[in-house]
């Protein structure tokens, strides 16, 4: 029985001998908030203009598909009175013809265009992840922590702005 007591003893000072050491060992530790370093990088616009270039015939495509088909639902809505049963089921026809259209080629435009901006998103964050790196290796930090993830942080550990000059000047 002593000696299990000696032996907790032992570990308690220990582990109160290792805390106070890591307690006494000043730590710098800095605190970046990605998604606004996302939200105000140069690049973000110009990468959204190359997409919308890359996808610009098909966007005009979907565009007047739905023109054509929003103006063949509005003519039904006003000569619908005056249209004989035959007529009203043509333009109905015409109707989903172009509803199907756009299915067909509106979804795959959007689904190829949020993976081209996923892509270039996620070289951007590539591009926070190093630079974010580099501050921390030159800046000799300890830890760098994601703002999302701390309640509060003071404005001395905040690094947003150091981060987002860095990205911004990298092309």
Do not use: C, H
């Not at 996808?55 to 005009?60: G, H, I, K, L, V």
């Not at 103006?71 to 009175?81: P, T």
């Not at 795959?108 to 951007?124: A, G, H, I, T, V």
């Amino acid at each position: 029985m002593k000696s299990l007591i000696r032996v907790l003893s032992l570990a308690v000072l220990f582990t109160v001998a290792t805390m106070s050491t890591a307690a006494n060992a000043e730590q710098k530790i800095g605190v970046v908030n990605v998604q606004a370093v996302l939200a105000n990088l140069p690049q973000v616009a110009t990468i959204e203009q190359n997409i919308n270039a890359e996808f610009a015939d098909q966007m005009q495509e979907v565009q007047r598909l739905r023109a054509d088909g929003n103006f063949l639902v509005e003519k039904l809505q006003r000569e619908e009175a005056t249209m004989s049963e035959a007529q009203i089921k043509e333009l109905q026809a015409q109707i989903n013809d172009i509803g199907q259209q756009l299915q067909q080629k509106g979804q795959p435009l959007q689904q190829n265009m949020q993976r081209r901006s996923q892509e270039e998103r996620d070289k951007l964050l590539g591009l926070i992840g190093q630079a974010i790196q580099a501050i921390a290796d030159s800046g000799k930090y300890d830890l760098i922590l994601n703002a999302t993830a701390v309640p509060f942080a003071g404005e001395e550990f905040n690094i947003t702005q150091e981060v987002l000059d860095r990205v911004s000047k990298a092309n």
